[in-house]
C-alpha cells in the first residue's frame, strides 16, 4: 500500500518550481493558478531570493501548486492514502478530491495572509529539536514556555514561541537533543499566536462546497482517517492553531499496511522522517522532474497492493 504525502512550510528553496515548468503545460496550469489567486507562482517559484519565498503569504500557495504540480506529472495515480504536514494538508485534500486545485489554491492563499497577520503580532519563530526523549523534551519546552508545534516522530519535535524563548532553548537543550535548528518560517505556527487567523479561515471554508474524500485521508489532529469533506474543512481550519501529529499519522501509515510512500515537490522532509519511524518502507521524494519515472515505478509497484 503506498501513501502520497504533502510537505510543509520551510521545504520550499530558490528556483525549486524552475525544472518543474518544463513539462507540456505546466508553465500555463501556474498562470492559470496565480491568476485565480492573485499571486506570481511563477516568479516566486524561480526568481525569488529566500527571504521573499520565507513570507508566509507567499510560501505557502507556492507549495501547494509545486504539491499539485508533481501529482499531476505523475499521471493517474492510486494511493491507499493521502496525507500532508501543516499546509500539506491543503494538498492533500485536493488530492483526495476534497476541493479542486482552484478551491485548494484559493483557501491556501487566504491561510497564508491571515497567518502572516497574525505572525506579524509578535517576533515568533520555530526550531526542529533532534534526539533526546519525547517526555523529557517536553517538559524542558514547557519550562521555557515554548509549544511543541509538531511532534513528528522518528526524533523530532518542532519548538514554537517568541524569539526570546528560541533563543533560550539554543542556549539550554533539553538533556539528550543533539542539536536545535531554527526553521525557515515566519512565526510560531500551530500555536496559540496563530488564534487570530483562526477565524479568518473559517469564513474562507464556509463559502467552499467540500467532497468526500476518494481515498483515505490521514488527518493531522490526530492521525485518524477522515471521511467527511466538511469533516476535512473544519479541522483544516482548526489546526492553524494546534500542534501538527505527524507521529501519529504514521502510525496510522503502519496500521494501514504501509509498503511504500512517496512524497511530493518540493520532497525531501517527511521522506526522511519515515526512513526512521518506518523501516522496510520504500521512500520517494520527488525534487525533480528526474524522479517521476521511479515514482512511477513505485506507484506501480505498492499502489493498490
Known sequence: MLVLVAPGQGAQTPGFLTPWLELPGAADRVAAWS?????????????????????????????????????????????????????????????????????????????????????????????????????????????????????????????AGTLEQLAALAEDKPEGVRKVIPLKVAGAFHTRHMAPAVETLATAAAALSPADPKIP???????????????????????????????????????LGVTALVEVCPGGTLTGLAKRALPGVATLALKTPDDLDAARALLAEHAGA
Not at 225 to 252: F, I, K, Y
Request: charged share 20%.
Open 35 to 159: 491568476d485565480a489567486i492573485g499571486l506570481d507562482l511563477l516568479h516566486y517559484g524561480t526568481q525569488a531570493d529566500a527571504d521573499a519565498i520565507r513570507d508566509t503569504a507567499v510560501a505557502q500557495p507556492l507549495l501547494v501548486a509545486a504539491g499539485l504540480l508533481s501529482a499531476a506529472a505523475l499521471g493517474d495515480i492510486n494511493p491507499g492514502a493521502v496525507a500532508g504536514h501543516s499546509v500539506g494538508e491543503i494538498t492533500a485534500a485536493a488530492f483526495a478530491g476534497v476541493l479542486d486545485d482552484t478551491a485548494a489554491l484559493g483557501l491556501v492563499r487566504k491561510r497564508g495572509l491571515a497567518m502572516a497577520d497574525a505572525a506579524a503580532v509578535t517576533e515568533t519563530g520555530m526550531a526542529a529539536l533532534l534526539g533526546g526523549d519525547l517526555e523529557t523534551s517536553l517538559a524542558h519546552l514547557e519550562k521555557l514556555g515554548l509549544t511543541p508545534a509538531n511532534i513528528n516522530g522518528a526524533g523530532q519535535i518542532v519548538a
Open 217 to 255: 485521508y490521514v488527518s493531522n489532529r490526530d492521525g485518524e482517517t477522515v471521511a467527511s469533506g466538511a469533516e476535512v474543512l473544519e479541522r483544516l481550519v482548526g489546526q492553524v492553531a494546534n500542534p501538527v501529529r505527524w507521529d501519529l499519522c504514521m502510525e496510522t501509515f503502519k496500521e
